[in-house]
């Protein structure tokens, strides 16, 4: 068990340092970087559609799906507010009242 | 001015880049909470230690590779199956390295090590200052966030290891929820252009699509997908 955890331990950490790690002989170019600059975004929205609209692993694109109501009231709230407290508050209270 | 007061002024810059990085990540700390519990119990139930269970979460630190490998361990899959499956979750995490790589890279060994520890999606969502990690006071305000998301992913953790039995069960309640929208506060106020909207659109079309039809690296395959749709849209524009 502590033999996988620390495998585990050593790809997870590896993973993330390996581009910070100085003998790798490159250098980010301008248009890499524009690339990359959108790499938040992506990650961020990658992650959290598929929880809203596949909840349990099945499509769900409809009214019903608490998941997706309270998902668009949350993108209406950041929209308008630019607040992290306002979204994620105002939401989850839509969420949890709709379940 | 003196010499005494620029330190001053210093010190001062960094201790509000401290508070500013706990305050930033608080409400991520809170939003991983139904996840620690649930791989601090998932743990317990599948036959972890207590130490073992905790040890994963200190040193692993990645909430989905661990909640996976969890599952992998109880049913007794070969530890290079394992290693794969980790591998692939935590293939994202090259792209945040790339990403910040000509902000982080000037930096000393002694900061870019723990700043790759703790570089999660979480602390990868407030890395896009043009000057994150580039200065003392912002490299403090990465690590104090990094770090802040560390100590709560190991409390939730450890509450899950002592307390999950008396826990209702987590996995019903859809307490994922509180993920999906920390990340939807996070990412609309970043949409400024065309470009990030399409890459936007882009990516969460395709990582829904991609995951129903259960491709292994749909997450890494969706991003790229967004960022070129992003990266193309925004040519020829001055940044």
């Keep these: 068990m502590i033999t996988t955890i620390l495998l585990m331990a050593a790809i997870t950490f590896g993973s993330r340092y390996l581009f910070l790690h100085r003998a790798l002989p490159f250098r980010v170019g301008a248009k890499m970087q524009r690339f990359l600059s959108f790499s938040a975004p992506a990650v961020l929205t990658a992650i959290w559609v598929p929880i809203v609209v596949l909840p349990g692993n099945q499509w769900q694109l409809s009214y019903q799906n608490p998941y997706l109501v309270a998902a668009l009231v949350a993108i209406i709230t950041a929209y308008k507010s630019h607040s992290i407290y306002a979204t994620t508050l105002l939401s989850m209270a839509v969420f949890f009242a709709l379940r | ?239």
């Design chain 2, 1 to 239: 001015m003196s010499k005494s007061t620029h330190i001053k002024r210093g010190t001062k810059l960094q201790q509000k880049a401290f508070i500013k990085g706990q305050l930033d990540m608080m409400p991520l700390n809170l939003a991983v909470l139904p996840w620690g519990l649930l791989c601090g119990s998932l743990a317990m139930q599948n036959g972890f230690t207590l130490i073992e269970a905790q040890l994963m979460s200190l040193l692993v630190f990645a909430g989905s590779a661990q909640l996976v490998a969890i599952e992998l361990i109880a049913n007794d899959t070969p530890l290079l199956t394992i290693a794969i499956t980790t591998f692939i979750i935590s293939s994202r995490h090259f792209l945040y390295g790339l990403a910040i790589r000509q902000k982080v890279i000037a930096q000393p060994l002694r900061w870019r090590l723990p700043v790759s520890f703790v570089l999660t999606d979480e602390l990868f969502a407030f890395s896009h200052h043009p000057k994150a990690y580039q200065t003392k006071a912002r490299l403090i305000y990465a690590l104090s966030a990094g770090f802040s998301f560390y100590v709560a992913w190991n409390i939730w953790t450890l509450l899950g290891i002592v307390a999950g039995q008396l826990l209702p069960d987590l996995t019903n309640l859809g307490l994922d929820f509180a993920i999906a929208t920390t990340f939807i506060a996070l990412v609309i106020p970043a949409i400024k252009n065309w470009a990030t909207l399409a890459c936007v659109l882009a990516s969460g079309i395709s990582a829904a699509v991609l995951k129903s039809w259960q491709v292994e690296l749909w997450l890494v395959f969706s991003a790229l997908i967004g960022m070129s749709v992003g990266y193309v849209l925004s040519r020829g524009r001055v940044r």
